[in-house]
């Protein structure tokens, strides 16, 4: 016997791009009202690949870090 058996996902699982990465995380961005104050309130952007530096993928989460420094995670 070789080990620790094999599920049929992780036999099936294709390796991860930045282009995939970049899609499954989001960026927050605030919402302002009409006077140009914060409402509190987030929409969510989706990441460009161009921006990805590295990512790393965990077990349960994704990690991305932009080419500006930010750090995003997205559950998996």
Known sequence: MSGTPQ?????????????????????????????????????????????VLEFKEYADRLVVVTVDGQKFEAAL
């Not at 970049?22 to 960026?27: D, F, G, I, S, Y």
């Open 7 to 51: 599920t049929k996902t992780e036999e099936t699982k294709k390796p991860l791009t930045a282009a995939t990465a970049a899609a499954l995380v989001k960026r927050p961005i605030p919402l302002f009202d009409d006077k140009g104050k914060p409402t509190g309130k987030f929409k969510q952007q989706e990441v460009k690949t161009a921006e």
